[in-house]
């Protein structure tokens, strides 16, 4: 079994930068993609930035956000980051990380939750002046 912790949301006013972090612990995720997803209220859950936890599949951003949002791990932490830049308050959401047997980064969040095998409790960002 595998938990993905999700920390670092908060409050931001627009034009502001933040950093989300998700420690994995539990079993190993072999043959997984990691990354982020985010849900606004009554609207489906979005893969935006997804990562290889391997070093050879490289990472995936949408690009409703490419630009402003990175994704990095460090591996040896088992902690994969999300920076977020230039927020907006279209971007006052719930993030989740979330890890599944993807064949790459991009299928992970382009395929969304349907191959999540794992979920974080989620983190509320809010950009608001």
């Known amino acids: 079994q595998v938990q993905l912790v999700e920390s670092g949301g908060g409050l931001v006013q627009p034009g502001e930068s933040l950093r989300l972090s998700c420690v994995a612990s539990?079993?190993?995720?072999?043959?997984?993609?990691i990354g982020w997803f985010r849900q606004a209220p009554g609207k489906e859950r979005e893969g935006i930035a997804c990562?290889?936890?391997?070093?050879?599949?490289?990472?995936f951003v949408t690009n409703s956000v490419k630009g402003r949002f990175t994704i990095s791990r460090d591996a040896a932490k088992r902690t994969v980051y999300l920076d977020m830049k230039d927020l907006t308050p279209e971007d006052t959401q719930m993030y989740y990380c979330a890890a599944g047997p993807a064949t790459t980064p991009e299928a992970l969040c382009s395929m969304g939750p349907f191959m999540v095998d794992y979920w974080g409790q989620g983190v509320q960002v809010t950009v608001s002046s």
């Open positions: 990562i290889s936890t391997d070093r050879y599949q490289g990472a």
């Open positions: 539990g079993a190993a995720l072999n043959h997984h993609q």
